[in-house]
Nanobody, 127 residues
Framework: QVQLVESGGGLMQAGGSLRLSCAASGRTFSTYHMAWFRQAPGKAREFVAAISWTGGNTYYADSVKGRFTISRDNAKNTVYLQMNSLQPEDTAVYYC????????????????????WGQGTQVTVSS
């Protein structure tokens, strides 16, 4: 069982920055692909960013490319999402997700590719 706990959400004005963190349990974190998804009110959950288990490959949704950066620290069992130039349309609950079989497969940008999810952290961007 993998447990994921997100933190770092909050209220921010447009143009500001936030860094989300996701702490994972488990001694094999370094073999997990990790991802961030978000869900705005009344909308479906959407992919934001993903990082391979080695950290060598990253993937982004077009809507956040150039503004958001995903990274990981395997020594701390933590994945991060640095969010810059925040816009009101970034307002959503942000979820961390883990694919514990990452070391034997490719990185997915779809929710069904991830077996474990955190509880989410709210990000609200005001105009």
């Amino acid at each position: 069982q993998v447990q994921l706990v997100e933190s770092g959400g909050g209220l921010m004005q447009a143009g500001g920055s936030l860094r989300l963190s996701c702490a994972a349990s488990g001694r094999t974190f370094s073999t997990y692909h990790m991802a961030w998804f978000r869900q705005a009110p009344g909308k479906a959950r959407e992919f934001v960013a993903a990082i391979s288990w080695t950290g060598g490959n990253t993937y982004y949704a077009d809507s956040v490319k150039g503004r958001f950066t995903i990274s990981r620290d395997n020594a701390k069992n933590t994945v991060y999402l640095q969010m810059n130039s925040l816009q009101p349309e970034d307002t959503a609950v942000y979820y961390c997700a883990a694919d514990p079989l990452g070391f034997i497969g490719s990185v997915s940008t779809k929710a069904e590719g991830y077996a474990y999810w955190g509880q989410g952290t709210q990000v609200t961007v005001s105009s």
